[in-house]
């Protein structure tokens, strides 16, 4: 089946520093990623839409300066977050539809957990 | 708007218990209904779907049936393994979005199946 991978796998980082997360579909094409934030014991939020060749679509209450979307190829999406605090510490997740008869399945990276100190 | 509820875990049960993992969800129209699997340190997998009313979405012995009347999408398993110890999340895509694939989320059960 489809793989996506992500990485990095983990991250520390100290306060005011960024950092950027790759998502990648490793045997397919992905137009679209979906960017998703999950909290300890609650679930998957859907932060924005990744385009590729274009500006990402942020759900609402979600910083765009903040967590900066890059789509620059068919296979690859980065997340950036810009001078990161410890409230972002959190687990990043991203996805990509599936395609054909299988556009409804997301394929899921295994997700990037960053710790902000 | 759309939404999901499924049960609060987290879920313990002994090998070969009978699994029922309710999920209930709030949208218009017939949206399409998933579960979704996430084992330990591993990302989410599709385990089954179901696009209508009636049907039944099934796959490694888990079965749900898309419920329209009672809008659930309940996930069984008659006897379950420890393999099967994982978080699973209920989901769906409301009506018209293909091509769009946004999934709503409901909040995971934990299940932990010891020997």
């Known amino acids: 089946g489809a793989v996506v991978s992500q990485h990095p796998s983990r991250v520390i980082c100290k306060s005011g520093t960024s950092v950027k997360i790759e998502c990648r579909s490793l045997?397919?094409?992905?137009?679209?990623m979906f960017w998703y934030r999950q909290f300890p014991k609650q679930s998957l939020m859907l932060m924005a839409t990744?385009?590729?060749?274009?500006?990402?679509?942020?759900e609402q209450g979600v910083e765009k300066d903040k967590f900066l979307i890059n789509h620059a190829s068919l296979t690859l999406s980065t997340l950036t977050v810009t001078s990161a605090h410890p409230e972002d510490s959190s687990f990043y997740i991203c996805?990509?539809?599936?395609?054909?008869?299988?556009?409804?399945?997301?394929?899921f990276g295994p997700g990037t957990r960053l710790l902000v100190l | 708007g759309n939404s999901v509820t499924q049960m609060e875990g987290p879920v313990t049960l002994s090998e070969e218990a009978f699994l029922t993992i309710n999920c209930t969800y709030t949208?218009?129209?017939?949206?399409?209904l998933f579960w979704y699997v996430q084992y330990p340190g591993e990302g989410l997998q599709l385990l089954l779907k179901?696009?209508?009313?009636?049907d039944k979405g099934s796959n490694k012995g888990f079965e749900a049936t898309y419920r329209k009347e009672t809008t659930s999408f309940h996930l069984e398993k008659g006897s379950v393994q420890v393999s099967d110890s994982a978080v699973y999340f209920c989901?769906?895509?409301?009506?018209?979005?293909?091509?769009?694939?946004?999934?709503?989320f409901g909040t995971g059960t934990r299940l932990t199946i010891i020997p």
């Open positions: 996805s990509a539809p599936g395609q054909g008869a299988a556009g409804e399945t997301q394929y």
């Open positions: 045997d397919f094409q992905a137009t679209t």
């Open positions: 990744s385009n590729e060749g274009s500006k990402a679509t942020y």
């Open positions: 949208a218009t129209g017939y949206p399409s």
């Open positions: 179901a696009t209508k009313a009636d």
């Open positions: 989901a769906l895509i409301p009506t018209g979005d293909f091509g769009n694939e946004k999934l709503t």
